[in-house]
């Protein structure tokens, strides 16, 4: 299992986590291409090295023209008149609705479990706001600025889990600092009240800093799609991503990647996993593309449909899925909403893992993703299956050519 761990040292914005995983190796272009697909135009993205108390960062540098850009995770002092990013309600010209900003998610080219988690974000940051404020979230309006931020930021999140290969998100507890922040509607408290509201149940620590540490933005994300926690990991790679404020503590959020521990024998891995399935034999084939999607979104691992007979000779299928013990509820409740079954069925079952670890390689149609795995000086790499469609689009080419010359570059190989 590989594993990212955002370790919040001096807080968490929307577009620190952006930073910090360009800094860990994320694909600039692939990443760019994604958002550019949510918003076509109108913003730039500038990743720039910056120092923050010596260590050395990355700044995401993402501007959207008539917008005060990298609105959170700024410093508030009695004279600072900086506008909170998402902490009131604005019904003037220019505010979208949660459906609004849902529709702009959904009618972008990111994958579909990629929409199906920035859709969660952003569900679950109109509850907290609506929670606040006394309203429904189906009225609550986002304002206008820093938005298309927060809506490419949610959505970068979504690619980089993606395209750095993670099965599963961790963070470190959220950092509180003190004094009250200075926002449209006045004075508030420090964490304003949809942070606090997005942070009920999570593990928080004080620090002795007076500013906003955690934005709403960085909050619903890592709330919606991560665990509390650090792992136990081989650390593969590290990324920092920097805050726009200097803090007396380094501004930054830091992004370490790595394999779960191998604990079996012969450097392989044991662990637990849960398997829900169901037999359905009064639904459309044709829904369970979208059932198998969602149920990737809530946590599976893995996906398959089995043809069955069941009583009376009737043709059916069974659903199954295999998620980690933490995900089981997520994924149960997915198979039943998604699914014409009334009942799914559980079981626990023990499985043995090569560790593996992602990477890319060096080929004629640029760098691409590749999974490498195996136990005792033995390893297999194999392309991401993805990248060998995207560049068979792109360039037009038949798959299986792109495949042949890919494994050649694998292979280390000249392609012929």
């Known amino acids: 299992m590989r594993i990212a761990y955002v370790d919040m040292i001096g807080g968490a914005a929307g577009d620190m986590l952006l930073a910090a995983f360009l800094d860990a190796g994320l694909d600039r272009e692939a990443l760019e291409h994604a958002l550019r697909s949510v918003v076509a135009d109108g913003w730039t993205l500038s990743p720039a090295r910056v120092r923050k108390h010596g260590i050395v960062a990355t700044f995401a540098g993402l501007v959207v023209p008539g917008e005060d850009g990298d609105a959170e995770h700024h410093h508030h002092d009695e004279d600072d008149e900086h506008e909170h990013e998402h902490e009131h309600v604005h019904v003037g010209a220019g505010?979208?609705?949660?459906?609004?900003?849902?529709?702009?998610?959904?009618?972008?080219?990111?994958?579909?479990?990629?929409?199906?988690?920035?859709?969660?974000?952003?569900?679950?940051?109109?509850?907290?706001?609506?929670?606040?404020?006394?309203?429904?979230?189906?009225?609550?309006?986002?304002?206008?600025?820093?938005?298309?931020?927060?809506?490419?930021?949610?959505?970068?999140?979504?690619?980089?889990?993606?395209?750095?290969?993670?099965?599963?998100?961790?963070?470190?507890?959220?950092?509180?600092?003190?004094?009250t922040l200075h926002i449209a509607h006045g004075r508030y408290p420090n964490p304003p009240p949809t942070t606090a509201q997005l942070l009920i149940g999570w593990p928080t620590r004080a620090v002795d800093v007076e500013g906003e540490l955690v934005t709403p933005t960085a909050a619903a994300i890592l709330t919606t799609l991560a665990k509390p926690g650090r792992p136990d990991l081989v650390l593969e790679r590290i990324g920092y991503g920097a805050g726009r404020s200097d803090f007396t503590i380094p501004n930054v959020t830091r992004v370490i990647i790595g394999s779960a521990v191998p604990s079996g024998a012969n450097g392989g891995s044991d662990d637990d996993v849960v398997v829900i399935e169901t037999n359905i034999d009064d639904m459309s084939p044709q829904h369970?593309?979208?059932?198998?999607?969602?149920?990737?979104?809530?946590?599976?691992?893995?996906?398959?449909?089995?043809?069955?007979?069941?009583?009376?000779?009737?043709?059916?299928?069974?659903?199954?899925?295999?998620?980690?013990?933490?995900?089981?509820?997520?994924?149960?409740?997915?198979?039943?909403?998604?699914?014409?079954?009334?009942?799914?069925?559980?079981?626990?079952?023990?499985?043995?893992?090569?560790?593996?670890?992602?990477?890319?390689?060096?080929?004629?149609?640029?760098?691409?993703?590749?999974?490498?795995?195996?136990?005792?000086g033995e390893q297999r790499t194999r392309a991401e299956y993805d990248d060998l469609l995207r560049i068979a689009r792109e360039r037009n080419l038949p798959l299986p050519e792109v495949a042949h010359t890919v494994d050649a570059a694998i292979r280390g190989e000249r392609p012929t």
């Not at 900003?101 to 706001?129: D, N």
């Not at 404020?133 to 609550?140: K, P, Q, R, S």
């Not at 659903?319 to 980690?324: D, E, H, P, V």
């Not at 043995?352 to 691409?368: C, E, I, K, M, W």
């Open 95 to 179: 505010s979208r609705t949660l459906a609004e900003v849902l529709e702009i998610v959904e009618r972008s080219g990111l994958t579909p479990r990629q929409r199906e988690r920035a859709s969660a974000v952003y569900h679950r940051l109109a509850q907290a706001e609506a929670h606040v404020h006394g309203i429904t979230a189906d009225a609550m309006r986002f304002h206008e600025v820093g938005q298309i931020d927060a809506v490419l930021d949610v959505a970068a999140t979504c690619v980089a889990l993606d395209l750095l290969e993670i099965d599963e998100l961790r963070c470190s507890p959220f950092p509180l600092g003190h004094g």
């Open 288 to 376: 369970y593309e979208l059932a198998v999607e969602r149920l990737f979104a809530a946590g599976a691992l893995d996906v398959w449909l089995t043809p069955i007979t069941m009583k009376k000779g009737r043709p059916a299928i069974t659903l199954s899925a295999i998620a980690a013990p933490e995900h089981q509820d997520a994924v149960a409740r997915a198979m039943l909403t998604e699914t014409t079954t009334i009942g799914v069925r559980v079981r626990t079952e023990r499985r043995q893992v090569l560790p593996r670890a992602g990477g890319s390689v060096d080929t004629p149609y640029g760098p691409v993703r590749v999974k490498r795995a195996g136990m005792n």
